[in-house]
C-alpha cells in the first residue's frame, strides 16, 4: 500500500512547510520561494507515487490517496468551518478556525499580496482557504496523470519501432 | 544536480534542518529581544498553554461597562478574557469614529466591526497615545489602507504582508515614529501595547494587569 506510506510522509512534510513557511515570512519574500519549493515537491511526490505502481497498472488512484491521508486535517477542519457558517456553536469552532488557517499557512504567501472584501461576514480569503486541500489534490492529480501519459508514450513509441 | 528521489528518502532531516537554520537566523537578525527571555510572546504562550489556557481569544459573552464616550478616533481598544494563553488582554481595535473600530479577525481579515462588542469581554480598556491632528489622521490613513487584508494570527512585526490586530495598530503608530511594543519581540502582543510608555490610559473595565506577563504570570 503505497499511498499510506506517501500520505504520512506527505503530511508530515506539510507540517514541515507551515512551519518553514511561517519562519520564512519574518525575511519576506523568503515565504514565497519556500511555497514555490512546496509546490514544486508536491508535483514530484505526485509522479513519484505513479511511478512505484506505473509496472503494477496506471492509476492515478494511489497519488489521490496518499494527498487525501495527507490533507485529512485539512480536509476535517475546512468541513468542521463550513459548518460553523451554519450553526457557530462557540469558542471550538473558533479555535478550528485559527487551526484552519493555521494548517493552510504553505498557501497564505499568495494570499497576503491581495485585499479581500468581506461577504457574508467572512473574508473572501477564509473562503478561498477551503480550496486549499482541493487544490493540493488536483496538483497530485496532474502530476500522477502527466506521469502516466509519458509513459503511455514511450510504451507506443516502443511498440511502434519494433513494428 | 537535485534529486526529487533523494530529497524524499531524507525529508526529515532536510527539513528539520532548515527549520533550525531559519530560526537561528530570525534570532540573529531580531534588532532586539526582550530584555527578559520569560516575557517574550513565545515563551508566554507555551506556558499559556501547558497550563491549559485557551490559545485564541474570543470574548465569553460576560457583559462589561466600558464607558465608550471618551473614544476619539486613534485610540484604543483592548479586550480580554481570563485564561488566555497570549497574554491578559486578547485583542485590539483602531478606533477609526462614529462607532467603528479596524481590526483583524481570522475569518473576517482586517476589517471594521462595531465598537459595541468591547463590551463582551471579560475585561477592556482603551488607551490613548497623545499625537497632533496631522499625525493621528496619517495613523488612521495607513490603518485603513490595509484594510481587508488577510489576517495571520502569527504575524511577525517584519513586512507589510501579514497582519494581525495588534501588528496593526503597532505598524500605524510606527508611522509617526511611534514604537508601541513595550517588551521590544518578535511579534506585539495586545499586552504589550497596554505597557507602552507612550500610551495614556482612559478608561478601564475589569481586572488590569500591573505588569508585564512573565510566562504566563500577572500580578494584579
Known sequence: MPFIRWGIRLLIIHVFFIIIVWLASYFSPLDILATGAYLYLLWKAGSLITAETLDLAPSRRDALCAGLLAQSPGLLLAAANLYSFYDYTGPLFSDCRFAFQLWHTPFMPFLTFFSFPVWGGYSFYFWALNLGAPLYLTLLWLSANRTIIKSETRINQVFYHSN | ?220
Open chain 2, 1 to 220: 544536480m537535485f534529486k526529487a528521489e533523494n530529497f524524499f528518502r531524507h525529508y526529515f532531516l532536510i527539513l528539520s534542518s532548515v527549520c533550525l537554520i531559519l530560526t537561528i537566523a530570525i534570532l540573529v537578525a531580531a534588532p532586539r529581544l526582550p530584555g527578559s527571555a520569560a516575557q517574550s510572546l513565545a515563551a508566554t504562550f507555551t506556558q499559556g498553554l501547558l497550563q491549559g489556557h485557551a490559545p485564541t481569544g474570543i470574548y465569553t459573552g460576560r457583559v462589561n461597562r466600558l464607558d465608550f464616550k471618551h473614544l476619539q478616533p486613534g485610540d484604543i481598544l483592548l479586550g480580554g478574557k481570563p485564561k488566555a494563553a497570549y497574554g491578559h488582554f486578547t485583542h485590539a481595535g483602531l478606533y477609526l469614529g462614529q462607532g467603528w473600530v479596524l481590526e483583524g479577525y481570522v475569518d473576517c481579515g482586517l476589517s471594521r466591526q462595531d465598537v459595541a462588542h468591547y463590551h463582551f469581554y471579560d475585561w477592556a480598556c482603551i488607551l490613548r497615545v497623545k499625537l497632533s491632528p496631522e499625525e493621528r489622521e496619517k495613523v488612521l490613513q495607513y490603518a485603513q489602507q490595509q484594510e481587508f487584508k488577510p489576517f495571520y494570527p502569527a504575524a511577525f512585526k517584519t513586512g507589510e504582508r501579514y497582519w494581525n490586530c495588534t501588528k496593526l495598530i503597532w505598524a500605524a503608530y510606527r508611522q509617526v515614529g511611534i514604537d508601541l511594543d513595550a517588551a521590544s519581540d518578535l511579534w506585539v502582543s495586545p499586552d504589550a501595547l497596554y505597557f507602552s510608555p507612550y500610551i495614556e490610559i482612559i478608561t478601564t473595565e475589569g481586572e488590569m494587569p500591573s505588569c508585564l506577563s512573565s510566562a504566563g504570570e500577572y500580578v494584579y
